[in-house]
């Protein structure tokens, strides 16, 4: 028998039962974690997201892993995201250990140096101007690629401050 399209019925009520009890474990845990535990703030933040998905879609399709033992591995992957944020909020080179810091790539109608380091083409900054609503690189005075991969892109005119 082709087991391509269906195994069991037993198999689906196990993904049905034990995904609706990871998500919610998942959900109650990232509330109580905070709004840092789903900011993308460096690379360890992206790492984090990515592991905590791929975490709870084993946990789901898996048959040799537990819901105790996917709802464990959520925990240590949140505590071990919250250690390394304390970390870097209590020790300035703590923080430098763990995280990018920002690189400036374009200066007043300069392209830096930096950015064959950070393996940027000068066309990829066009793009992330034109993605901004700017026509040319001659419209903006700074581009910075953030930390966390970002680009911010800085203009003469800040525009309008809201608040």
Not at 115 to 125: D, F, H, K, W
Request: net charge positive.
């Amino acid at each position: 028998m082709d087991y391509t399209l269906f195994q069991s019925w037993s198999g689906l009520g196990r993904v049905a039962i034990v995904g609706v009890m990871a998500y919610l474990a998942l959900v109650l845990m990232l509330r109580v974690s905070g709004k840092r535990s789903l900011a993308k703030l460096n690379a360890f933040d992206l790492v984090v997201t990515v592991a905590l998905g791929s975490t709870l879609a084993t946990t789901l399709l898996a048959k040799t892993v537990a819901l105790a033992e996917g709802v464990t591995a959520f925990a240590v992957l949140l505590l071990m995201q919250y250690a390394i944020a304390w970390g870097g909020t209590r020790s300035d080179r703590f923080q430098r250990l763990v995280s990018a810091a920002p690189t400036l790539l374009y200066h007043q109608g300069l392209l830096l140096g930096p950015m064959r380091t950070a393996r940027v083409s000068a066309e990829e900054l066009r793009q992330v101007v034109r993605s901004e609503g700017h026509a040319q690189l001659s419209d903006i005075t700074a581009i910075v690629l953030e930390s966390d991969g970002t680009f911010s892109i800085l203009t003469a005119d800040p525009g309008p401050l809201s608040g």
